[in-house]
């Protein structure tokens, strides 16, 4: 089945520094990811849509200048996280919509818990 | 907006009876898909089961099956047999037709199984 690899799955940071995260879809091109931030024991909260080729979608709320969202290619959507602070400590989740395969569901990355000291 | 409700924050069962999980959904929408993906300990998100809400007919995955009434907008999935592995958070979730449009995620339940 399809396969999005997330790196890293896990990270810690200085307050202050850049993160960035990748999620890379391997066997498919994925035109579109979302990505999604979870914090313990709560559900996954949309943050934004990247699209390929064109500029990212984010939720309300969502700041745009910290959460930098690129869509490089068709088979990979990055996530950085610019000026960390403690309160941007989460788990961070990207998805990759099943276009034709809706039958096979929406495929998830692994996951980063990016903690920021 | 689409909205999807889980009441249960958290539900336990002994090992090999039968739980039910509920859910309920609100869209104006007649065209859409409902799913339950579980998220154990090691939080990858694992789909159990799918629903197109053009089929009449119940889903069903093995252990997992689904009541799926849509007048009343319910999405409700029974885990028949428990086992241990089935502990987990589960969350059920939206999406309009189309294959690229976001999830929507209900808020969840801890179901933890009891040996």
């Known amino acids: 089945g399809a396969v999005v690899s997330q790196h890293p799955s896990w990270v810690i940071c200085k307050s202050g520094t850049s993160v960035k995260i990748e999620c890379r879809s391997l066997d498919f091109q994925a035109t579109t990811m979302f990505w999604y931030r979870q914090f313990p024991k709560q559900s996954l909260m949309l943050m934004a849509t990247?699209?390929?080729?064109?500029?990212?979608?984010?939720e309300q709320g969502v700041e745009k200048d910290k959460f930098l969202i690129n869509h490089a290619s068709l088979t990979l959507s990055t996530l950085t996280v610019t000026s960390a602070h403690p309160e941007d400590s989460s788990f961070y989740i990207c998805?990759?919509?099943?276009?034709?395969?809706?039958?096979?569901?929406?495929?998830f990355g692994s996951g980063t818990r990016l903690t920021v000291v | 907006a689409q909205t999807v409700t889980q009441s249960q924050p958290e539900m336990s069962v002994q090992e090999a009876e039968t739980v039910t999980l509920s859910c309920t959904y609100d869209t104006s929408e007649s065209n859409y898909y409902l799913f339950w993906y579980k998220q154990p300990p090691s939080r990858q998100m694992i789909l159990v089961i799918r629903?197109?809400?053009?089929?009449?007919q119940n889903a069903t995955e093995n252990r997992f099956s689904v009541n799926f009434q849509k007048a009343a907008k319910s999405f409700s999935l029974k885990i028949s047999d428990s086992q241990l592995g089935d502990t987990a958070m589960y969350f059920c979730?939206?999406?309009?037709?189309?294959?690229?449009?976001?999830?929507?995620f209900g808020k969840g339940t801890k179901l933890t199984v009891n040996p």
């Open positions: 979730a939206f999406t309009l037709q189309g294959g690229s449009e976001k999830l929507v």
């Open positions: 629903q197109e809400a053009y089929k009449q």
């Open positions: 990247s699209n390929e080729g064109s500029k990212a979608t984010y």
């Open positions: 998805s990759a919509p099943p276009g034709l395969r809706v039958g096979d569901g929406y495929t």
